[in-house]
């Protein structure tokens, strides 16, 4: 038996996606989860501290708003109960397969379908659509320093946290302090005896002021849905203004340099503190860091920060390019995900035996994010170049699913084979989001989990929130090749024929 739309991962992309499905009348899907709960990557980040640094008006689904988000900005915790709750609220829990693992997709194109395979299962499962929703950050990623697995202490990473060990009276090494690291220091300061921050590249920190929802706001949200319709507005075009000086190095770019500066003057006294933690590159070439206590712990009596490069881990600590041994009783590993920016999480073969690890090698790419080439009726949420630097993940990923799920509901209603987008409209839409990329800050020179190993970037998308949204409005039928069953007639495609699905409310 095959069914209408495999969706693989049950984090916020595939619980949006599912919800979609359902209000625009497709039941017959099937989420597949390698974990054992929904939540994904929030499910995965436990540490202390963990929180989103979007507000949670703008994180979080317009077609699924919530009028309980107890402060400015969602702890993990909080977020996960989110999920949860859409999963409730739209009877998706039937739908949710926990344990399966894929390890591989394959296209048949006689038969139109997708074969997914499974870990420690032999029975694959059919499916005429399939939507990629296992997310970027995903997998672990631990750095590349040598003696690593040397080190005879205790090593956690910060999105596999152990909550069983007690930092009471143990000296601690972080290694990272991107994202994760600014939040996770500040806890460790307070119950480690000794904390040393190994810092390779400061970050431009802008401060995070997180502010308690009232219960009269809540009640005005739970009555006038409008209220908080409103209030996601202000936090968007808010959000999208800061666009002009985070993506592309501008006057404002100096404004928000300024702003982060005056933040380190004001809370670091010491100059030569101040100086290590002054990056060297434009603000937005890195992912800005939003937090009002990071700084307050590296002044810590038992906190100290190290910046001289590591050499190695050994089998006491972590050993430093000047010769000096940091002998500590565990290591904490904040150095985020494998964001896959060449590659694939599993095997995927398309058309004619095609591999998209292969084609993928020198750097992603796909149509609009969401379609490759060869890849019949296969979706990818948050693909190549759909990175925001400014701007909720979720507005992107939104109109990703809209675009996705109109897709899905053509080939069922129309019982066609497959829609596959054309190699000159893939290959004309990245040509020109490479060109565009060329002038943003994320290009100019600064080392990122942005871009390849040789400079390539697969990840980010030039330009507002607004103007991926545009792109994403309409299907345009004329943009793909459409495949029909051996027994049916070929479908009419004129000239100005674009699909749109309704039910986006």
Not at 248 to 256: E, G, I, M, S
Not at 402 to 421: C, F, I, Q, S
Not at 456 to 472: E, I, K
Request: some cysteine; glycine content about 8%; proline content about 5%.
């Amino acid at each position: 038996m095959t069914i209408a739309v495999a969706v693989i991962g049950a984090g916020f992309a595939g619980i949006g996606t599912a919800i979609r499905l359902k209000q625009k009348g497709i039941d017959d899907f099937t989420i597949f989860e390698r974990g054992d709960r929904v939540g994904g990557t929030w499910r995965d980040n436990t540490y202390p501290g963990a929180a989103c640094d979007i507000p949670s008006r703008l994180y979080s689904y317009s077609f699924a708003q919530n009028p309980e988000w107890s402060h400015t900005y969602s702890a993990s915790a909080e977020i996960l109960d989110y999920i949860d709750s859409m999963v409730a609220d739209h009877d998706l829990a039937r739908h949710i397969r926990f344990g399966r693992e894929v390890t591989g997709i394959s296209y048949d194109e006689e038969s139109g379908e997708w074969t997914i395979r499974f870990a420690g299962r032999r029975r694959p499962v059919t499916a005429r659509s399939v939507v990629m929703a296992s997310g970027p950050l995903a997998n672990p990623a631990m750095p590349d320093i040598r003696g690593r697995d040397d080190f005879a202490g205790h090593v956690i990473h910060s999105a596999r946290w152990d909550h069983d060990y007690d930092f009471t009276g143990k000296k601690v090494a972080v290694i990272g302090t991107g994202a994760s690291g600014v939040q996770i220091i500040p806890h460790l300061v307070k119950q480690a005896a000794s904390v040393k921050v190994f810092q390779r590249t400061p970050g431009w920190v802008l401060p995070k002021v997180d502010l308690e929802t009232g219960e009269f706001t809540k009640r005005i949200y739970r009555s006038i849905p409008g209220a908080q319709r409103l209030a996601r507005a202000g936090w968007f075009w808010g959000h999208e203004s800061v666009a002009l000086g985070v993506v592309w190095d501008t006057p404002l770019t100096r404004a928000v340099e300024a702003l982060s500066r005056l933040n380190l003057r004001l809370q670091v006294k010491d100059p030569w503190m101040r100086r290590q933690l002054t990056p060297d590159f434009s603000a937005g070439c890195k992912r800005l860091l939003m937090t009002s206590d990071y700084y307050p712990a590296l002044q810590a009596d038992n906190c100290k920060l190290v910046t001289w490069p590591i050499a190695r881990i050994a089998p006491e600590g972590v050993r430093t390019v000047e010769g000096i041994e940091h002998q500590v009783d565990c290591i904490v590993y904040a150095t985020g995900f494998e964001v896959s920016k060449q590659g694939t999480p599993f095997e995927i073969v398309g058309v004619d035996g095609r591999v998209l690890a292969d084609e993928w090698a020198g750097g992603a790419y796909a149509y609009r994010s969401v379609n490759v080439e060869g890849y019949p009726n296969l979706h990818v949420t948050f693909g190549p170049n759909s990175g925001p630097g400014h701007n909720s993940a979720l507005v992107y990923m939104e109109s990703q699913i809209d675009y996705l799920t109109d897709m899905v509901v053509h080939l069922e209603h129309n019982g066609w084979k497959a829609l596959d987008v054309r190699a000159e409209v893939q290959e004309r839409y990245n040509r020109d989001i490479q060109k565009r990329l060329a002038s943003t800050t994320w290009n100019s020179g600064c080392q990122s989990w942005y871009l390849t190993d040789d400079g390539f970037n697969s990840t980010m998308f030039p330009g507002f929130a607004t103007q991926y949204a545009n792109q994403l409005r309409e299907v345009d039928l004329r943009d793909y090749r459409i495949r029909v069953h051996a027994d049916a007639a070929a479908p009419a495609v004129g000239p100005t024929v674009s699909v749109r699905v309704p039910t986006r409310g």
